[in-house]
């Protein structure tokens, strides 16, 4: 079973709340994830290198052009809080 | 007694035009917010590519600091939740960046490993104002070169000339601007202290240093402190601190108690980066002689002293010049002299860096053969290079269209040596009855007579025959 301690750490660096009940729900499911995960942990995979990507291809990259976007004055506008050009939000640290 | 250990992270920020993973312009602008897209603000469904000239400079770097080139680089998603990342991670490299195991040898400062140079996106800037945070998103996203060093710095003068060296290479290299004031070059180091023989303390990160002296001054202060508490058996909190300039200290920002957990994984819109040999072999063309590597044959080669040389490898443009000029045929002693006396002097009056002046290295040895000839005195080349540095101009004509020819002509040189010795019978009576003193005047008034195109040595060949 899933340390509920762990539970609430994993979820806040979601940044997400939980409350009493959503944890103790939570933790059941996720005790199962994780239980799945340890049985996969236990194949023996000597040798093998990490699979990173399966069909992405490599070295794929681009010329070094300007494109211009449209996107700017609309996302400022989109945004809940602007000052003049800057994207407001609460102050954080 | 106790040990120290200082390591440094260094980023810098690529010259490219565009952004690492989108085509927005790499430019930093006054108006905040304009220089973004879909891509790097993170909208759904968009794909990340990246730039190709950032991973060429990128790897400029990594072989410059000697680092083993891994075959296969893979980027990874650094996750953590702030505003100056819209996407809420960062991409980075993580378990396979592209240069690893790198040494740095700067004369002076010890031998100094690199653990690792990798290659991620900038975030973008926040500006705390009571209490509201402004958001500028136009840095999110510029191509960034992290470097980690090993704790190998004893001191913190070490670090402090390890890093204006390490500037001196990104500029020669031409990958970054080098400005730490303006951010384009930043550095975060971590220190530790402990007894001698007993290895690493608990580290210390310290942020915040916008300069090479914010560097000295942090480190100094915080080995004092940490060395205090040491000694007096405290337990030193693995931490970050923050350098407050004002107070002249470190201050604790956050412990790393709860340290971060950014959760990497490969990045699945990038593929792996696996540099071809043909690539490495163009990496390899743009080395160049690296700054300390320089001065060192500078002072070798051409005999000079540690600060001429220092001064002369200050700048690949400049160091470019001095040997140029030398290939043409100008002596060390004037090259030399010139670039660091008249040069430096109209440069800075000007406000130019060599590369933006109009100086080129065939105008200045043009006037170096001219006034090795007796074309023109030191007086007029003088005058001539004042004006080359800042119009577009040749030698020649700058030296015909300011009359800046030297007397040639012994003629008129003794009619202007006659005139000013009617004028001052005084003087010369006074040089006459034995008193050398006032020939330098004399001198003087014929110069300014000839308008400063006499010969001082003639002119004073002439004079002395007169008189006596």
Redesign the interface.
């Known amino acids: 079973m899933m340390e509920k301690e762990e539970l609430y750490k994993t979820a806040s660096l979601a940044r997400l709340e939980l409350t009493e009940k959503e944890a103790d729900d939570l933790s059941q499911a996720v005790s199962q994830m994780i239980e799945y995960f340890s049985m996969m942990e236990k194949i023996d995979v000597t040798g093998l290198e990490p699979t990173t990507h399966v069909s992405a291809g490599k070295n794929r990259v681009r010329k070094d052009e300007i494109v211009e976007s449209s996107l700017a004055d609309r996302m400022i506008e989109a945004a809940p809080e602007h000052d003049d050009r800057f994207i407001t939000i609460p102050h954080v640290l | 007694m106790i040990e120290t250990f200082i390591g440094l992270e260094i980023h810098i920020q690529l010259l490219?035009?565009?952004k690492i993973f989108?085509?927005?312009?790499n430019e930093f602008s006054h108006?905040?917010?304009?220089?973004?897209?879909?891509v790097c603000?993170g909208y759904p469904g968009v794909l990340p590519?990246?730039?190709?000239?950032?991973?060429r400079k990128a790897y400029i770097v990594c072989r410059a600091l000697n680092c083993h080139l891994n075959e296969k680089a893979?980027f990874e998603r650094k996750?953590y939740?702030?505003?100056d990342l819209p996407k809420n991670y960062q991409i980075s490299q993580f378990a396979l960046p592209f240069g690893v195991n790198g040494l740095v040898e700067i004369d002076g400062v010890p031998k100094i490993r690199i653990h690792e140079a990798h290659l991620e996106e900038d975030a973008g800037k926040?500006?705390?104002e009571?209490?509201?945070?402004?958001?500028?998103?136009n840095r999110t996203g510029t191509p960034l070169l992290e470097i980690v060093t090993e704790p190998d710095f004893k001191k913190p003068e070490d670090a402090e000339l390890f890093l204006q060296n390490f500037r001196k290479m990104v500029r020669y290299l031409r990958v970054c601007d080098g400005n730490m004031e303006e951010g384009s070059m930043r550095c975060d180091v971590n220190v530790s202290v402990n007894f001698e023989g007993k290895g690493l303390g608990r580290k210390v990160e310290i942020k915040n240093l916008n300069s090479f002296r914010h560097v000295r001054l942090a480190l100094q202060h915080e080995i004092q402190r940490q060395s205090k508490m040491l000694t007096a058996g405290e337990t030193i909190v693995q931490e970050t601190r923050l350098w407050n300039d004002e107070k002249k200290r470190t201050e604790s920002m956050r412990s790393k108690e709860d340290a971060n957990?950014y959760?990497y994984f490969?990045e699945?819109?990038?593929?792996?980066?696996?540099p071809?040999p043909e690539f490495l072999a163009a990496i390899e063309k743009e080395q160049t002689e690296l700054p300390w590597i320089r001065k060192r044959r500078f002072i070798n080669e051409y005999k000079l002293a540690d600060d001429g040389a220092e001064f002369l490898t200050e700048e690949r443009e400049r160091a470019d010049f001095f040997e140029a000029a030398l290939n043409a045929g100008v002596s060390v002693q004037s090259a030399s002299s010139w670039m660091r006396g008249e040069i430096a002097k109209g440069l800075n009056k000007n406000k130019m860096s060599l590369k933006d002046s109009h100086l080129t290295v065939e105008k200045f040895v043009t006037l170096i053969k001219l006034l090795d000839e007796g074309k023109i005195n030191s007086q007029g080349a003088k005058k001539a290079m004042e004006i080359l540095i800042c119009e577009d101009k040749d030698t020649a004509d700058v030296i015909r269209e300011n009359n800046l020819m030297q007397m040639a002509d012994s003629g008129e040189l003794e009619a202007v040596v006659d005139k000013v010795i009617a004028g001052n019978d005084k003087v010369v009576q006074q040089i006459k009855g034995g008193d050398q003193k006032p020939i330098g005047f004399l001198i003087g008034q014929i110069m300014k007579a000839s308008g400063g195109k006499a010969d001082p040595k003639k002119a004073r060949e002439l004079l002395l025959n007169k008189i006596s």
């Open positions: 490219t035009k565009t989108c085509n927005c312009k108006i905040p917010n304009t220089n973004v897209c879909p603000m590519r990246l730039n190709e000239e950032a991973v893979v996750n939740f702030y505003p926040l500006v705390h009571g209490m509201t945070s402004y958001c500028d998103f957990d959760r490969p699945p819109d990038l593929p792996p980066y696996y071809a």
